[in-house]
């Protein structure tokens, strides 16, 4: 992947640094920027003027203030402690964004991907529409297509972007219809298999006056591997350097020098702090994963990545392939926290200036809930809230504590197994298809369930809308026939091979299936073989087993590619359903306490 710099704007980047030097630390900043840049330009015009761009990304349809851990964002304090922070929810990220803009003439707003999909009930009842008309209230400008974005296909996609009412369902509102995302949404990376052609625009100019800012949007070539097979049918997905790279010269072609790529896939940094400083001990080196490569090869031409995928928080600096500063940004997930960038727009070069001391300066900034709600906000909120009510206050079962879902950083996560339960309890008798044992992919798991109560239902109630929230895709379960061999390589492809062997994906397993998990080791070694029982029964390579898990993890989603060699299908209820039924049936005589989540023995 070959990314060659324009010579003559290499040069004047390596002369400013340069000069910078040579004039010493005090001069810096003067000798970075062109001759004439705080006398004006012309025209009465300064040479360079500051455009803030304020971005998030993985919103996922949270509109009302997150539960649980996914509604906390870990502050580390000067003394070395780490303080969870209370943040999210629209109503605070309009006034956010809000009181972000003032002041500042030249301001564009940007998201990397997935603001719909895997949604709370609010928006995802309703298929996202909520969401589209909060993004177009929050002024957002443009975001790429992350994988949630397809969940639905290409055609919901398509409709979420132009409008029309849900081709099923019809319109929620009466004598409105839905009109769509007044944003651009960019997804060059995305192409239909028969003419070729990208899904969507692949790039976007954001203009002010004489000021042009180019925008690369594309989502992660893997979403085949993270999405259920309708959802992307018809689609290829490009290589995200490649595939930048090339509109990047095309952006140039056009005369538009400053170019940022809103990128779905993200980095893993050393501290889940959302101020962990990744530059330390030198640039880059706090942040790990797929991004970091994707960095150090797109185009010096791109001049700001601003990341997705991974939920984390990260300011960092991985300098592009010509050495130069480049910001690579992430704002967690579900609107806890927003990007504020200032970027310097030389009115000469047409170019963002990129200099040690010149560089984007990004800072992660927290949106917290002691600031006032944003009424337009709160008015959409409510009057969705209203149309659903009717089905989302209605108590699914009662639990007798917090049961970590998504906010579980353990391998085996307390609501993972019960979930896993709610699977195989479903689709155990004979008739539902006999299921022996139940596995469940971990990213399927949106939210925790919490016991402080939401609204008026009573702590300790889980309503139809909060088991929504943890189960919002509606997959239908899938009863099928596996060797033995079969499963244990299942459990060796969730630390293994191209798409989990970097970042292991654990299958959360139903009671009575066990075995030890091996992290001093590596890839596939690291599941003990011998460990591997069926109630307390060595699992048998060459026996054939029942087992009951969601359709996108039939069909080889998350990279468990054996598990579509399957046979003997049975198609079951939706897992939503299964995990209702369960929540009424067990918490019948009294609350269901947290699991143990003692199935998976891990060595560290």
């Known amino acids: 992947m070959s990314a060659k710099p324009q010579r003559n704007r290499r040069t004047r980047r390596l002369a400013f640094t340069a000069l910078a030097v040579t004039a010493g630390a005090g001069a810096m900043v003067a000798a970075a920027l062109p001759a004439g840049a ?124 132009y409008g029309g009412c849900h081709p099923v369902e019809g319109c929620f509102e009466y004598g409105k219809e839905f009109t769509g995302s007044e944003f651009k949404y960019l997804a060059a990376n995305v192409t239909d298999e028969k003419t070729k052609r990208p899904l969507m625009s692949p790039t976007f100019i954001w203009k002010k006056g004489d000021v042009k800012i180019g925008f690369i949007g594309v989502t992660l070539e893997g979403t085949p591997d993270v999405v259920t097979a309708d959802g992307v049918k018809g689609l290829k997905f490009g290589d995200e350097v490649e595939t930048i790279n090339k509109y990047a010269e095309e952006l140039n072609k056009q005369g538009v020098k400053s170019i940022v790529a809103l990128i779905h896939e993200g980095g893993l940094p050393a501290s889940g702090a959302y101020n962990y400083d990744c530059n330390v001990p030198g640039a880059g080196a706090g942040i790990s994963g797929a991004i970091v490569d994707i960095a150090k090869n797109v185009d010096p031409k791109v001049d700001a990545l601003v990341t997705g995928h991974t939920h984390q928080a990260y300011a960092c600096n991985i300098p592009d392939p010509a050495g130069n500063p480049r910001m690579v940004t992430s704002a967690a997930s579900y609107g806890r926290l927003f990007t504020d960038t200032t970027l310097t727009y030389d009115r000469q070069t047409k170019d963002i200036v990129r200099t040690p001391l010149v560089a984007p300066k990004p800072v992660n900034k927290v949106v917290t809930r002691d600031q006032p709600k944003a009424p337009d906000m709160t008015e ?35 609501l993972g197994d019960l979930i ?46 909060e088991s929504y929230t943890v189960q919002p895709f509606n997959n239908l379960m899938n009863i099928v026939d596996l060797t033995g061999a079969q499963l244990i390589t299942a459990l060796q492809q969730q630390v293994s091979g191209p798409v989990n062997g970097a970042a292991p994906k654990i299958l959360q397993v139903s009671k009575g299936f066990t075995y030890t998990l091996d992290m001093t080791k590596t890839g596939a070694d690291r599941v003990v073989v011998d460990s591997v029982k069926l109630n307390g029964a060595a699992i048998d390579p060459a026996k054939t087993y029942r ?58």
């Not at 975001?143 to 974005?149: D, Q, Y």
């Open 38 to 161: 705080a006398s004006g330009g012309g025209a009465g015009k300064d040479r360079t003027v500051d455009v803030q761009m304020l971005s998030f990304n993985d919103f996922h349809g949270t509109l009302e203030p997150p539960q649980g851990s996914s509604g906390t964002v870990s502050e580390r304090q000067a003394d070395g402690t780490v303080k969870a922070i209370p943040a999210g929810g629209v109503e605070y990220l309009a006034t956010s964004l809000r009181e972000a803009r003032k002041g500042h003439e030249y301001s564009v707003t940007a998201a990397a991907g997935d603001m719909i999909g895997g949604s709370p009930m609010l928006s995802g009842l309703f298929h996202d529409e909520p969401t589209v008309e909060a993004l177009n209230k929050l002024k957002l400008d443009v975001t790429s297509v992350g994988n949630h974005e397809f969940d639905e296909g290409k055609t919901e996609l398509r409709r979420m972007a």
């Open 380 to 414: 959409l909120i409510d009057r969705w809230k209203a149309l659903a009510a009717p089905v989302a206050n209605r108590p699914m079962g009662y639990i007798s504590a917090d049961i970590a879902g998504r906010g579980s950083e353990a391998p085996e996560k307390p």
């Open 420 to 465: 896993a339960d709610a699977q195989l309890e479903a689709t155990a008798p004979a008739d539902k298809g006999g299921a022996q044992l139940a596995i469940m992919n971990p990213g399927g798991i949106r939210a925790d369930l919490a016991y402080k109560a939401a609204g008026d239902e009573g702590d300790g109630v889980v309503t139809y809308g």
């Open 547 to 604: 087992v009951a898990m969601n359709e996108f993890l039939a069909g080889g989603g998350d990279g468990f590619t054996v598990l579509k060699d399957h046979k003997n299908k049975l198609v079951g209820v939706p897992d939503l359903e299964a995990f209702n039924a369960y929540l009424a049936k067990s918490s019948a005589a009294s609350p269901i306490a947290p699991p143990a989540a003692d199935r998976i023995t891990v060595v560290k």
